[in-house]
Nanobody, 123 residues
Framework: QVQLVESGGGLVQAGGSLSVSCAVS????????MGWFRQAPGKERQFIAA????????YYGESVKGRFTISRDNARHTLYLQMNNLKPEDTAVYYC????????????????WGQGTQVTVSS
């Protein structure tokens, strides 16, 4: 497993933008597919996006397509999520995740999880 530390969450008004990051502890970051999930109070954890090791293959959940962008910087061992046109329903704790197999990320069962960062969107 790897250690994942999210940062960048906060409070933003509806229609605004926010970026969250995930720093990865191991130098083998460029061997892992990465992903973002979120969980709102009383709801199940929801898949947001996944990105392959090379960055060539990217997947998004339907609720964020066209608004969120996942990216990675292998040299900095960091994963990013740019969130635009935020809505109150985007309010949740956002988690990054890592696995050697991107399919396990896409199926909500990655090997490693971060501790989460709160994103709150006010109306």
């Amino acid at each position: 497993q790897v250690q994942l530390v999210e940062s960048g969450g906060g409070l933003v008004q509806a229609g605004g933008s926010l970026s969250v990051s995930c720093a990865v502890s191991r130098r083998t970051f460029d061997s892992y597919a990465m992903g973002w999930f979120r969980q709102a109070p009383g709801k199940e954890r929801q898949f947001i996006a996944a990105i392959s090791v090379s960055g060539e293959n990217i997947y998004y959940g339907e609720s964020v397509k066209g608004r969120f962008t996942i990216s990675r910087d292998n040299a900095r061992h960091t994963l990013y999520l740019q969130m635009n046109n935020l809505k109150p329903e985007d309010t949740a704790v956002y988690y990054c995740a890592a696995d050697y197999n991107i399919n396990r990320i896409h199926s909500n069962s990655p090997e490693s999880w971060g501790q989460g960062t709160q994103v709150t969107v006010s109306s």
